[in-house]
């Protein structure tokens, strides 16, 4: 199996089964950056969709030394930055129906346990400012340090550093009660 360098360098000599392979391997990790800031779907699939497109037209700008993963991460954080600051962008609050999809469980406790903390989780995360939102998304999920995001997203480190703060300060309070009453129940 080739590695991304390899891919990347048979995708810039015009191979597309090579970017369709890179798109494969990484698809699920740009969703999910997405997801986590434009928070819907459907959203989530057309930022994943131009992130790639965009990773496509640059690909002669991407150097062959680093990780291609979170090179087209911070791509589909940009996009869906960009989509909500979009004076267009109406967020919209998850309909009561929404479920995530379940991990296989062992017993229907857990299962319904899991849904109530991704459910739970996912509101916590909704309630943050897109822009703390995008910041604590790029430093949990994509494991980016500050000075890397700050790069990456144009800002000081210093305001990079108080949205992460904020973000997590925020989430503590909106999590802190129900982590306490589940430690409390086991």
Do not use: N
């Not at 459907?42 to 690909?59: G, H, I, M, S």
């Amino acid at each position: 199996m080739d590695d991304d360098a390899a891919l990347v360098s048979r995708a810039r000599a015009g191979d597309a089964s090579a970017f369709e392979e890179i798109v494969r391997r990484h698809q699920r990790r740009v969703y999910a950056a997405a997801r986590r800031i434009v928070r819907r779907h459907e959203e989530a699939d057309d930022v994943t969709q131009e992130a790639f497109l965009k990773a496509w037209r640059a690909l002669d700008r991407f150097e062959l030394g680093r990780p291609f993963g979170p090179w087209v991460a911070r791509i589909a954080v940009h996009v869906a930055l960009d989509r909500v600051r979009s004076p267009r962008w109406h967020e919209r609050p998850l309909p009561e129906d929404h479920d995530e999809t379940p991990s296989p469980a062992p017993s229907p406790e857990r299962t319904l346990r899991d849904a109530e903390a991704a459910a739970t989780l996912e509101a916590a995360l909704g309630a943050l400012p897109p822009e703390q939102r995008a910041v604590f998304a790029l430093r949990t999920l994509e494991e980016m340090t500050c000075p890397e995001i700050a790069r990456e997203l144009g800002l000081p480190e210093g305001t990079v550093m108080s949205r992460l703060f904020r973000a997590r300060d925020r989430l503590r309070a909106l999590l802190g009660p129900r982590l306490r009453g589940e430690r409390r129940t086991r």
